[in-house]
């Protein structure tokens, strides 16, 4: 494979199937290098060589990463030297060191500070390929950028290219015990017991993960931060997990709380005029960027959800970020202060009260006065990462300050990692969001890049919580959430179909088949989800108060939290127009608002977020809202179900252990779609008390309550909320003897598939046995992994289980026996038992 005279290497499609030997853990992620196919490989007509002309940690990764993974798609061997070999080889380094190794070589145009360029070159008789990064960051995204197109067996050509900001960071949510809030997959690679861990093996490979798709920081602890975070003997510690981090050009940063001066540093205040207060934060900025000089900077979350902040003294944010950021300037660290400041105990009571206008009404009024290495992350939405909201207005509010966009990779409201839902889609509405601040074109994308109002600073913030689980975030396809973030950050103009392509290919390989599936299922999974969850802007309808994981509607309710959505008999929805309800809308720039204040435009997906309407309010469709409510719900439920067939067409084209992991989430998902559909639409219809058009909603022919069966040991209770259990009701165990639910079949002789909905507590695994007239037909254990983390003893929506068995011959007069073995304090639950004739 010697380098021809450009660098024309074409080897697009090629349709033969490496052979899935081995199982794979997806601990890989998308870097898995897999073999190409030998006539793919002969296409790519390389240097077989490479030469690192930079000494930095930074540029041996790159030279490595790029030996490493050619290495193993092509199969030769790519040496790694400092200087010219006398062959053709790719020279990697900074235009200055390239040059002095090949004096002739005139850079192209000099790369951006963290972008790169790739040019071809003959001297001597020889070719080089030279990559050349603006700094060594810029080669080692450049080496990657060269991986992921061979890794997609697609063209490699000269040019270059360079990130939309300089922000883009992940932030973890990782508690110093090895918890992680709203962490999905495991604990911490951080941090165990209080400690930094001794083997941070996986922090090294997740930095690796980050840089291939040029994330430049990670916040490695909670934003609500331990306040032991900046103890001295910490820092030490922490200083640790910078050094695993800083080969793959990932600068290390942290969550700080702003009573550390007071807390940490035995002040007897925080109060940020306080001249020791700033004295003591440039100290404490000193001995950090001691012990690691590449160190970020700091995220606060301050005055929210119980944090302590700056109106403890009657300062503003900017008075407090300032006083940080006056401290980490002459090191070059920047704060990112978060636009996540909101009052948790509103008044239900008061009509113009709104959780949504907080992010303005609080900063707003301070834009310009923040220093100019302060950066605002604002979330995405006003709310909180529901499955849909509208973008901030905030983003448009802020002309003369710097901002990022706080993204949540981690699925705290869409599914937490059981159900997948690919998030691009999502964040791209966002992004594209022309706010027409002055009138003119103000997509989010370029705000927070910083060009709409010329600001130096700003990008993206990802909330990222990858865990100890081998794959990272627990749900394959999930992985698909934290390399999008990364194109996206790196990219904002990608499309949602090039970014899936892409992971799909180095996720699972370059089968057009798996492809064509893979692709298909994540692009609509979003909406999907949304479907079978809240519907039209209300929000997710999940527990608020609990995990935010399974149905629970009401809770966002009648409390301080401010997640309302204002439900009578009559009608639902806040209003949040000038004319009449909370006057959020009027935060918008007066075109957006224009848009949002009229129910002829407002568009229907936030409708509910925007509107208080009747439930027979007709759509811009033509259906009534409760109508929609009943048939979207029944139309997500149904699209979830589809996904184990549709993935079942991949049998052989992947390896096993990743596919059936995947079935399997499939399958729960499947199940967990219908309690959800079930919950949705019942509570639709009690409140308004309009049925479903279509008879579905609450009539159930195939399916046998619990309660109703007879029973021997089991007793039945009231499941709260009602919605989230069939009836109401389910049916528990409380000997220690197996409990036994029996029925006389009377349906026609024919197959059928036996659904039986049961809990899955976390806190004991029972044994279930399912017989048909006195013979075993199927058995399993509550044994599932589900959110939540911690110990939820709840029969509800979020423990509420489906087990399917298919395939069974059932004749009128059966009798069909559900046996129960409870475990510990779980009293093998069960709520019903569905037959469906195949
Ligand atoms: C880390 C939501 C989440 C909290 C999170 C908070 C935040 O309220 O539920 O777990 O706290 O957002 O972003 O600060």
């Not at 040029?214 to 922490?238: C, F, H, W, Y």
């Not at 992971?503 to 909406?527: H, M």
């Not at 009401?554 to 000038?578: C, H, L, P, Y």
Request: proline share 6%; hydrophobic share 40%.
């Amino acid at each position: 494979m010697r380098a021809g005279n450009a660098l024309s290497l074409l080897a697009l499609s090629f349709l033969l199937i490496v052979p899935y030997a081995h199982p794979e853990t997806g601990e890989q992620g998308w870097l898995r290098y897999a073999a190409l196919p030998q006539q793919a490989a002969r296409q790519y007509r390389m240097p077989q060589h490479i030469v690192a002309t930079g000494q930095s940690a930074v540029a041996r990764s790159a030279a490595t990463e790029l030996a490493r993974g050619l290495h193993s798609m092509l199969g030769e061997n790519f040496p790694v030297s400092s200087t010219l070999p006398g062959e053709d080889s790719f020279v990697l380094g900074t235009p200055t060191e390239i040059q002095h190794l090949l004096p002739s070589w005139n850079a192209p145009s000099a790369p951006a500070p963290e972008g790169f360029s790739l040019a071809t070159f003959a001297a001597q008789g020889h070719h080089y390929w030279v990559l050349a990064g603006g700094t060594d960051r810029g080669e080692l995204y450049g080496a990657f950028r060269i991986l992921e197109l061979v890794a997609q067996q697609k063209q490699v050509s000269p040019g270059s290219d360079a990130p939309s900001s300089p922000i883009r960071w992940v932030n973890q949510w990782d508690n110093f015990d090895g918890s992680i809030e709203r962490g999905y997959a495991g604990r911490s690679i951080f941090f165990d017991g209080g400690h930094v861990r001794a083997d941070l093996t996986r922090v090294s490979e997740y930095g690796r993960l980050l840089a291939s798709v040029g994330i430049n920081g990670a916040t490695v602890n909670n934003v609500n931060s331990d306040l032991r975070t900046l103890d001295p003997q910490m820092i030490k510690e922490l200083a640790r997990i910078a050094d695993a981090f800083r080969p793959w050009g990932v600068r290390m940063s942290l969550s700080v709380d702003l009573s550390s001066p007071l807390v940490v540093g035995h002040l007897r205040t925080f109060d940020p005029v306080d001249p020791a207060v700033a004295t003591w934060w440039r100290n404490k900025a000193d001995e950090i960027y001691k012990a690691i000089p590449d160190f970020g900077g700091f995220v606060i979350k301050a005055d929210s959800e119980g944090r302590v902040g700056p109106s403890k003294y009657g300062r503003t944010p900017a008075q407090a970020a300032n006083v940080v950021a006056r401290a980490l300037r002459p090191h070059g660290g920047v704060v990112l202060y978060r636009g996540f400041v909101y009052n948790n105990h509103l008044d239900w009571n008061d009509l113009k009260a709104d959780r949504a206008r907080a992010g303005y009404d609080n900063f707003r009024a301070l834009d310009g006065e923040f220093d100019r290495n302060v950066i605002i992350q604002i979330k995405h939405g006003p709310i909180d990462f529901q499955v849909r909201e509208p973008v901030s207005p905030l983003f448009a509010a802020l002309r003369h300050t710097n901002q990022a966009i706080e993204l949540q990779i981690t699925q705290e409201y869409t599914g937490q990692q059981r159900h997948m839902v690919f998030l691009v889609p999502m964040w791209k509405v966002a992004l594209d969001t022309d706010m027409r601040a002055q009138n003119r074109s103000t997509p989010v994308s370029e705000i927070v890049e910083g060009k709409s109002f010329h600001q130096p600073l700003g990008g993206f913030v990802g909330v990222a919580n990858v865990g100890l689980d081998a794959n990272w975030l627990h749900h394959p396809m999930a992985m698909a959430n934290l390399y999008g973030f990364g194109r996206l950050a790196w990219n904002p103009e990608l499309t949602t179909r090039q970014i899936i392509d892409s992971w799909t290919r180095l996720t699972f390989g370059n089968d057009p088949k798996v492809v064509f599936i893979v692709n298909g299922l994540q692009e609509n999974s979003w909406r999907v989800y949304e479907l079978y969850t809240g519907p039209l802007g209300i929000g997710t309808l999940t527990n608020i108060l609990g995990i935010h994981y399974g149905p629970g509607i009401e809770s966002a309710e009648r409390n301080g939290w401010g997640q309302w959505f204002r439900a009578d008999n009559k009608g639902i929805g806040m209003d949040r127009t000038v004319a009449t309800g909370t006057g959020y809308i009027g935060q918008y720039p007066p075109e957006l608002a224009k848009i949002y204040e009229s129910l002829e435009t407002c568009p229907d997906s936030l409708l509910l977020f925007m509107h208080h309407v009747p439930y027979d309010y007709v759509l811009h469709d033509g259906k009534t809202l409760v109508q929609y409510v009943y048939d979207s719900h029944y139309e997500g439920a149904s699209l979830a179900g589809s996904y184990p067939s549709r993935w079942k067409t991949l049998h052989g084209l992947i390896d096993d252990q990743r596919y059936y992991e995947t079935l399997g989430m499939f399958e729960y998902q499947a199940g967990h779609a219908i309690v959800w559909r079930d919950a949705v639409t019942e509570w639709f219809q009690r409140i308004s008390g309009i049925p479903d058009k279509l008879g579905r909603v609450g009539h159930y022919p195939n399916r046998i309550e619990a309660e109703s069966m007879q029973a021997d040991g089991y007793t039945a209770v009231d499941v709260t909320p009602w919605e989230t259990a069939s009836g109401g009701k389910a049916v528990v165990c409380n000997r220690s003897a197996p409990c036994t639910l029996t029925t006389r079949l009377g349906r026609p002789d024919g197959i059928y598939s036996i659904s039986v909905r049961y809990f899955d507590l976390r806190t004991g695994v029972s044994q279930y046995d399912l017989q048909l007239n006195g013979k075993s037909i199927a058995h399993w254990a509550a044994n599932a992994i589900l959110p939540p983390a911690t110990v939820d003893p709840h029969l509800d929506g979020s423990t509420s289980t489906l087990f399917t068995v298919s395939d069974i011959r059932l004749k009128s007069g059966d009798t069909l026996t559900l046996r129960g073995t409870p475990n510990q304090a779980e009293p093998a639950p069960v709520d019903y038992i569905e037959l469906d004739k195949q």
